[in-house]
Every structure is written in structure tokens, then in C-alpha cells.
């Protein structure tokens, strides 16, 4: 059974360029979750999607948008990137009953550089 | 502003002894969890206390949950040098109805050093 999985592994982007980065969630898993960890820092939640709808969503600016497809799988996408958009983007898949999402499994992330 | 706090933000220990982190958080929660991350790679989940819960053991885990000092500590026993990494605590906000989710709000981690 393979685990959440997240490519590419990494990316090397220059300043105003367009990024998508793609998620397959674990086995079994509906909801998918996207988060932002910068170097020293703790992950910051960007959105949730769950039946092909963001049903969540952080702090983060119209630049970040995703999509779920109807296999569940996900995509975040960075338009006009800034140097400050360097992080590693972790996927979180997770299943929802009745309402709870509990344990979030995450992927091994995608490391973004900007220059 | 940051959900959940660990102190300290890092910790140096020899192999065979504990290692105790903690975690303070400010809103209601449905549930704690704890995740272990490895020289930036992703995040492993360790364990997972709900609100109703006051101690859980997983291995060489403890995890304790004190909701009304809004504060959980997790226990490392018997290092072992694989277990260094940094170590966050998670907490989805417990929205109407009890429903949360899963959106998980992190603190900066504490960083586990264990010198062989």
C-alpha cells in the first residue's frame, strides 16, 4: 500500500514564473491538505480539498490554487512565484468521517527554490 | 499567530535518556497530535491524543494532555541516536458542531539531538 506521494522531489524556479506541484493521497483517502514550511519553521496550513472542492483554506494569497480530480489526487499551483515562496510544500492526505479528518498522513514533500 | 508552541526549541541529550517536549496551544481542540520530521524531509505521525483523553503510550512514547492548562507533553524514553529530528505538535481547531477537519495548526518544533 503506498504512502502519500508528492512529485516533483524538486524544483528550481526563477521570480515570475508558474509552478504546479502534484499529490497522491494514501489508499483509501479522500481529503487532501497542502502546507507551506519555510527553513526553521513549522508547516503553515494553505488549503483542504475534499470532493474536488477547497473546503479550507489558510492565510495564503490568490497566487495559490489547487484542484482535487475525481481519483482524489491533487495539484497546487504558485503563479507569479516571489523569492519568498521558497519552502518545501508537503501534501497530507487524510480521511474524513462524519465530519473529523484525525490523523494526516504527509508526503515527503516537494522542495521549491526561487530565483 | 502560532497554534501550538513547543519549548524548548531544542534539546541535546545522550543516547539511553529522556527526552521531554512540550507543547502549549490556545484554542479548543478535538485532539492533539504529534509528528516527528527528519532533516526537512516529511512529516511522520507519532501519535495522536483526543480531548477526552489524559495519557496515551505508543512504544517509547508518552503523550500526556492537560486541556485545562491547554498543554501536552510528549516523552521520549530510552533515546536512541535515529531519534534525532525536530518534533511538532498539531492541533486541528475544533470548529461548530465539533467538526474539525483536520485543518492542523503547527508550532515552530523542538529540535532532538541524541549524541550517540
Known amino acids: 500500500d503506498a504512502g502519500v506521494t508528492q512529485s516533483p522531489t524538486h524544483l528550481i524556479k526563477t521570480r515570475g514564473q508558474q509552478v504546479t506541484l502534484r499529490c497522491s493521497p494514501k489508499?483509501?483517502?479522500?481529503?487532501v491538505s497542502w502546507y507551506q514550511q519555510a527553513l526553521g519553521q513549522g508547516p503553515q496550513f494553505i488549503f483542504q480539498?475534499?470532493?474536488?472542492?477547497?473546503?479550507q483554506r489558510g492565510n495564503f494569497p490568490d497566487r495559490f490554487s489547487g484542484h482535487q480530480f475525481p481519483n482524489y489526487s491533487s495539484e497546487l499551483n504558485v503563479n507569479a512565484l516571489l523569492l519568498g515562496d521558497s519552502a518545501l510544500y508537503l501534501c497530507?492526505?487524510?480521511?474524513?468521517?462524519?465530519?473529523?479528518?484525525?490523523?494526516?498522513?504527509f508526503g515527503p514533500g516537494t522542495r521549491l527554490t526561487v530565483l | 499567530s502560532q497554534q501550538g508552541e513547543e519549548d524548548p526549541q531544542a534539546l541535546s541529550i545522550q543516547e539511553g535518556e529522556n527526552a521531554t517536549m512540550n507543547c502549549s496551544y490556545k484554542?479548543?481542540?478535538?485532539?492533539l497530535q504529534w509528528y516527528r520530521q527528519n532533516s526537512g524531509r516529511g512529516l511522520v505521525h507519532l501519535i495522536l491524543?483526543?480531548?477526552?483523553?489524559r495519557e496515551k503510550h505508543s512504544g517509547r512514547l508518552r503523550v500526556t494532555l492537560d486541556t485545562s492548562k491547554k498543554s501536552s507533553s510528549l516523552l521520549i524514553t530510552a533515546s536512541r541516536a535515529a531519534d534525532t529530528a525536530s518534533y511538532f505538535c498539531?492541533?486541528?481547531?475544533?470548529?461548530?458542531?465539533?467538526?474539525?477537519?483536520?485543518?492542523?495548526?503547527f508550532g515552530q518544533g523542538t529540535i532532538l539531538t541524541v549524541h550517540p
Open positions: 497530507a492526505s487524510s480521511k474524513a468521517t462524519g465530519g473529523f479528518a484525525d490523523t494526516q498522513y
Open positions: 489508499s483509501g483517502h479522500d481529503t
Open positions: 480539498y475534499y470532493e474536488e472542492e477547497e473546503r
Open positions: 484554542t479548543s481542540i478535538n485532539n
Open positions: 491524543i483526543r480531548s477526552n483523553e
Open positions: 498539531a492541533t486541528p481547531p475544533r470548529g461548530a458542531g465539533g467538526t474539525s477537519y483536520g485543518k492542523l495548526t
